[in-house]
T-cell receptor
């Protein structure tokens, strides 16, 4: 497909369960971002990869959150021991620098994974 | 204080009206983005700009770097423009910080 693909689209987890959310970025896109969006709020930054390197994980809310992108393409966001406050939409976005060295380029978002923790 | 403030939070307009959504920010930036999010959740990137003005169809985005302010305008608004419009800023890295969004409802 041409766009950013996220799976699953919806996930219901019991409190305490571990979950794994997947993001397939646009082929060739160097940068990949994870955002968390609570109801009625804007997306909040979680973490950012450039290829396989995790350059910024300052937005991860706790050590229960872990993200990886081992081969520089697909990324997985893992949440351990889920809590009710983790319920949100998790958005993945990718981008590719327009020119070498440029670090501003349009973002392409996936449709998100809606996580509900019961 | 949030780095990005949008106003208004909610906006209701009649079809055909001219719409303005504002975004103010408090830090130096390298680029500002405007996004559109429809009720189903999908997000579309509308504009990325670092100076001046950009136009795409009925949408116009402007930015004033000195005043740290951007506006998104919609001319001849239509019910299909109903969505949440989100402003985001980029500083020295690719990380984007977003505002809370402006919910626009355009009534027929």
């Amino acid at each position: 497909g041409a766009g950013v693909s996220q799976s699953p689209r919806y996930k219901v987890a019991k409190r305490g369960q571990d979950v794994a959310l997947r993001c397939d970025p646009i082929s060739g896109h160097v940068s990949l971002f994870w955002y968390q969006q609570a109801l009625g709020q804007g997306p909040e930054f979680l973490t950012y990869f450039q290829n396989e390197a995790q350059l910024d994980k300052s937005g991860l809310p706790s050590d229960r959150f872990f993200a990886e992108r081992p081969e520089g393409s697909v990324s997985t966001l893992k949440i351990q021991r889920t809590q009710q406050e983790d319920s949100a939409v998790y958005l993945c976005a990718s981008s590719s620098p327009l020119t070498q060295g440029a670090h501003n380029s349009p973002l392409h978002f996936g449709n998100g994974t809606r996580l509900t923790v019961t | 204080k949030n780095e990005v403030e949008q106003s208004p939070q909610n906006l209701t307009a009649q079809e055909g009206e001219f719409i303005t959504i504002n975004c103010s920010y408090s830090v130096g930036i390298s680029a500002l983005h405007w996004l559109q999010q429809h009720p189903g959740g999908g997000i579309v990137s509308l504009f990325m700009l670092s100076s001046g003005k950009k136009k795409h169809g009925r949408l116009i985005a402007t930015i004033n770097i000195q005043e740290k302010h951007s506006s998104l305008h919609i001319t001849a608004s239509h019910p299909r423009d109903s969505a949440v419009y989100i402003c985001g800023i980029q500083g020295g890295s690719e990380k984007l910080v977003f505002g809370k969004g402006t919910k626009l409802t355009v009534n027929p």
